[in-house]
C-alpha cells in the first residue's frame, strides 16, 4: 500500500489485493491493484492489539486498563450508513442505542436489534461488577467461560429451513405414513384430556365439545381431515406430552420426549406452508397460538428469541386480516358461537403477544383493537344442533359470578393497561416516564388486581370443585402484573437514589414472582388407577362440561409444572432484581422502616429464596438453550454477589459456580420438563474432560462453607438432585404484601 494514501484511510481499516498473477502482468499490460476496504467492528485499541473486545462504549478492556478515552469505533463512511436506513428514522448503527452503562442491545451491519428494559440483558448489565464475566468479557475468567459456552453442543440447531417448526422433517413420507406414526388412540386421548386439564385454564383456544366430535370423525375417517386440523391436532398432543405423568408412557414403547419429537415432526409436515399460503381460519390461528406456546416452553428445539418475535408477529398479522380485532358486531354474518370462538382465540394472541413482548424487549403489538370480550357463560351452554354448533338458550351469567369463562374477560380488562406500561417503558425513543404517569399507572394496577382478586376469590367459594384452577389462574395473573411492576420501577431498583418505596415494590413483586415458581414446580400429583386412566375414552354425546375429563378416578396431569418452563424468563428477571437490590440496596433498613404484616423478607431470607430458584433454574437448564443461559448467568451473578456480601476471592467461587452449571448440565436431571418427577439422566461428554467415571468433585461445587446463608445452600450431593427439600410455600399473601409505589 502507498504510504501517502494509507495516512488517508480512516483507522481501522485495512486493505486486501486481487492479483491475476505471481508476476502482477497481463497481456494488456501491468495489473491495476483492485483494493477493498474492510470495516472493522470491535474498538481500534483492542483491533490493534489482537484482543476480544465485548463492543461497550467503552469496552470493558479500555476501562480496565484506564483508557476508556481511547476507546473509539471506525465511523460508517456516507455509502454504508445510506444502506442502513436514513437518518429520519431515528436508527443509527453505529450511534449508541442505549447509554454505555446498559449493553443491552446490539446491532450489526446486517441487522439492528433493539432491547427495552425488560429484557434479561437490559437487567444483568445493571449489576456492573457481574456484567463482564456474564458476558465472558473478563480476560482471567474468558478460558473457563468459553468451556462453559463448549456446553451448547448438547442442545440441537435450529437452521431454519422449515419455518417455524426447524428442519425435522422427512418429507418423501406419504400422509397415511406420518398418521401412522400418531400415538394408539388411547394414548392420543388421553394426551387430549393432559392439555386441556393444563394449557386451557390459561390459554383459552378450544372448545372441548367440539374438539371431541372432530377427534371422533378423524378415527372415523382421517382422509376427510384437513391438515390445518392436524396440524392443530399434533401441537396440542405434544402439548400434552410436557403435562402428562410419566406412567401414561409405560407399554407405549417411548418416552415423553420421544413422542414430542415424533408430534412435531408431523406437525412439520402438515404445515408444511399450508397456514401461510392459504386463507387463514380459526383453526390457522389455534395452531400458530400452540406453535407460539411450545417455543415459549422450549419444546421446539433450537428455538431463539429472534425467531419468536418473528412468529409471534406474523399471528398477530394473520390474525388481523381475519379482523379477529374487531368487534363481531361488525360482521352480522358470523354465527354467535363462531363469534364467541373468535373472541377466545383473540384474547389468548393478546396474552402471548404481551408475554413475547416481555421476553424480548419489544413494543406490544396488538394496540389497536376493538373486540368484544367472551361472553360471561360456561361450556355447558355450547351444544350441537341438525342446524351446527350454538350457544343455546343460556343467558350469560352476571358479572361477579365465576364461569369458565371469567378469566379471559378478567384479562381482555387488564392487557391494555399492561401493554400500554410495557410498550411505554420498552420503547427506545420514550423520554424518561414521569412519576405521575408512573403514580397513575400503578393505581389503576391496583384496582384492577383487588377487583380481579375479589371475583376469583368469591369463584372459589362459588365453585369449590374448579379450586385449583383458579389458583392457577389467579398465580398467572400475577406473575403478569409483578413482572409489569419490576419493569415499571427498574430505574428505583438498579440506583442508590431510587425511591425507598419503589425498591419494596420491586423486592417484593420479586419475591412473589419466585414463591410462584416454587408453588409450580413442587405441585404434587394425585396418583390413581393408571389403568383407568389409560383406558378413559372421549364421549362426544356427554353433556358434561368436560367431556374429555369425564373419569373421576384418573391420575390427575401436572396442571402447572409447564408454566415453569413457559414463564422461566420472568423468573430469571425476578432474580436478578434480587441480587440488584441485594448489591445496591440495604434490604435489612428497608424491612426494619417498613415493618407491619407486608414486610420484606430479610437479607438472609432473600438469599434463601435466590438459591432455591437457582435450584429449580438448574433442575431445568437441560432443557433448552435458553434455559441453560439463563442458568450460567444466575449463577455466575451469584458468585458475584456472594464475593461482595462475604469479601471472599471471586475467581474461586466463579469456579465453583463454572463446577456447578457443568454437573446440572451434564450429570442432573433431564429436560422432560414435568417437575421434580423424573429420573436422573447422565450424559457421557467425549472430549470434555468428564464422563460418567469422572463427574466433577465435590470442591467443584457450591458448599455451605462459602455461603452467607449456610442453611439454604445448594449443596453437593451425589443423590438426585430434588432430594434437597425446597421451603414450604404459602401463597397466601398478608394483607398489604403487594404494596404499589406511588398509590
Not at 214 to 232: K, R
Not at 544 to 569: E, G, T
Amino acid at each position: 500500500m502507498d504510504p501517502a494514501n494509507s495516512a488517508n484511510q480512516p483507522a481501522g481499516y485495512f486493505s486486501t489485493f486481487s492479483v491475476l498473477d505471481f508476476n502482477g502482468n497481463t497481456k494488456e499490460g501491468p495489473v491495476r491493484v483492485q483494493k477493498r476496504n474492510r470495516r472493522v467492528f470491535v474498538c481500534i485499541p483492542c483491533h490493534q492489539r489482537k484482543l476480544k473486545c465485548d463492543k461497550g462504549r467503552p469496552c470493558s478492556r479500555c476501562v480496565r486498563s484506564g483508557a476508556a478515552d481511547e476507546c473509539v469505533y471506525q465511523p460508517l463512511q456516507s455509502s454504508q450508513k445510506s444502506r442502513q436506513g436514513s437518518a429520519s428514522s431515528g436508527l443509527e448503527v453505529e450511534g449508541p442505542l442505549k447509554p454505555a452503562s446498559s449493553p443491552g442491545s446490539s446491532c450489526s451491519e446486517s441487522r439492528v436489534r433493539l432491547h427495552g428494559i425488560t429484557h434479561w440483558k437490559s437487567i444483568a448489565s445493571e449489576f456492573g461488577e457481574a456484567w463482564p464475566y456474564i458476558m465472558g468479557s473478563d480476560p482471567e475468567w474468558q478460558p473457563r467461560y468459553r468451556q462453559l459456552e463448549d456446553l451448547s453442543c448438547l442442545f440441537s440447531s435450529l437452521p431454519g429451513m422449515a419455518y417455524p417448526l426447524g428442519d425435522t422433517c422427512q418429507y418423501s413420507r406419504e400422509r397415511d405414513q406420518v398418521i401412522s406414526t400418531f400415538p394408539s388412540r388411547k394414548l392420543v386421548e388421553t394426551l387430549a384430556q393432559c392439555y386441556f386439564a393444563a394449557f386451557e385454564p390459561t390459554h383459552r383456544l378450544i372448545n372441548q365439545q367440539e374438539f371431541a366430535y372432530e377427534l371422533n370423525s378423524f378415527w372415523m375417517d382421517h382422509t376427510q381431515t384437513s391438515d390445518v386440523w392436524l396440524t392443530q391436532l399434533c401441537m396440542m398432543l405434544a402439548l400434552g406430552c410436557r403435562a402428562a405423568p410419566n406412567e401414561v408412557f409405560r407399554g407405549s414403547g417411548r418416552s415423553a420426549e420421544d413422542w414430542t419429537d415424533t408430534l412435531l415432526d408431523s406437525a412439520q409436515y402438515f404445515y408444511g406452508g399450508r397456514l401461510s399460503s392459504l386463507t387463514p381460519t380459526l383453526t390457522t390461528m389455534r395452531s400458530l397460538c400452540l406453535l407460539i406456546i411450545a417455543r415459549t416452553m422450549d419444546i421446539v428445539k433450537g428455538s431463539t428469541v429472534a425467531q419468536l418475535e418473528s412468529l409471534m408477529g406474523m399471528t398477530v398479522r394473520l390474525a388481523m386480516t381475519m379482523h379477529l380485532h374487531r368487534s363481531t358486531t361488525l360482521v352480522p354474518e358470523i354465527g354467535v358461537f363462531e363469534a364467541e370462538m373468535r373472541k377466545r382465540v383473540w384474547v389468548t394472541i393478546q396474552i402471548l403477544d404481551l408475554d413475547i413482548a416481555m421476553r424480548t424487549g419489544t413494543s406490544y403489538i396488538c394496540r389497536d383493537h376493538d373486540a368484544d370480550p367472551p361472553l360471561n357463560i360456561d361450556d355447558t351452554a355450547i351444544s350441537f344442533t341438525s342446524r351446527g354448533w350454538t350457544l343455546g338458550t343460556t343467558r350469560c351469567a352476571p358479572v361477579g359470578n365465576y364461569t369458565d369463562s371469567s378469566f379471559q374477560i378478567m384479562l381482555s380488562d387488564i392487557l391494555p393497561l399492561l401493554a400500554e406500561i410495557i410498550n411505554a417503558i420498552n420503547s427506545p425513543t420514550q423520554q424518561k416516564i414521569e412519576q405521575t404517569r408512573l403514580a397513575a399507572w400503578a393505581s389503576q394496577l391496583q384496582q384492577k388486581l383487588k377487583e380481579v382478586e375479589d371475583e376469583l376469590t368469591n369463584g372459589q367459594h362459588r365453585r369449590p370443585q374448579k379450586c385449583d384452577k383458579i389458583t392457577i389462574q389467579r398465580q398467572f395473573l400475577n406473575v403478569l402484573v409483578h413482572r409489569t411492576l419490576m419493569a415499571m420501577n427498574h430505574e428505583s431498583v438498579t440506583t442508590t437514589r431510587g425511591s425507598q418505596k419503589s425498591v419494596r415494590t420491586v423486592v417484593r413483586s420479586a419475591v412473589s414472582l419466585l414463591r410462584i415458581q416454587m408453588a409450580w414446580y413442587s405441585t404434587p400429583r394425585k396418583p390413581r388407577n393408571i389403568h383407568q386412566y389409560q383406558h378413559t375414552g372421549l364421549n362426544i354425546h356427554s353433556r358434561s362440561p368436560s367431556p374429555l375429563l369425564a373419569a373421576a378416578n384418573i391420575m390427575q396431569p401436572n396442571k402447572s409444572s409447564w408454566l415453569v418452563n413457559m414463564c422461566h424468563d420472568d423468573f430469571t428477571a425476578a432474580v436478578l432484581y434480587l441480587m440488584i437490590a441485594l448489591r445496591t440496596h440495604n434490604i435489612d433498613s428497608l424491612q426494619s422502616d417498613y415493618g407491619g404484616p407486608g414486610a420484606i423478607p430479610s437479607r438472609t431470607e432473600i438469599w434463601s429464596i435466590i438459591r432455591q430458584s437457582l435450584n429449580i433454574s438448574g433442575d431445568q437448564a437441560r432443557q433448552s438453550m435458553c434455559q441453560f443461559r439463563a442458568f450460567m448467568c444466575l449463577s455466575i451473578a451469584a458468585a458475584c454477589l456472594q464475593s461482595i456480601d462475604t469479601g471472599e476471592p471471586l475467581m474461586p467461587l466463579l469456579q465453583d459456580a463454572a463446577a456447578e452449571v457443568e454437573r446440572r448440565v451434564l450429570f442432573s436431571t433431564g429436560g422432560g420438563g414435568n417437575g421434580p418427577h423424573e429420573e436422573e439422566q447422565v450424559i457421557d461428554m467425549v472430549g470434555l474432560g468428564l464422563s460418567h467415571d469422572n463427574p466433577p468433585t465435590s470442591h467443584h461445587l457450591w458448599s455451605a462453607a462459602a455461603a452467607p446463608d449456610h442453611a439454604a445452600t445448594i449443596t453437593a450431593s451425589n443423590g438426585h438432585p430434588h432430594q434437597q427439600n425446597l421451603a414450604p410455600v404459602s401463597m397466601d399473601f398478608p394483607a398489604g404484601f403487594f404494596e404499589f409505589p406511588f398509590g
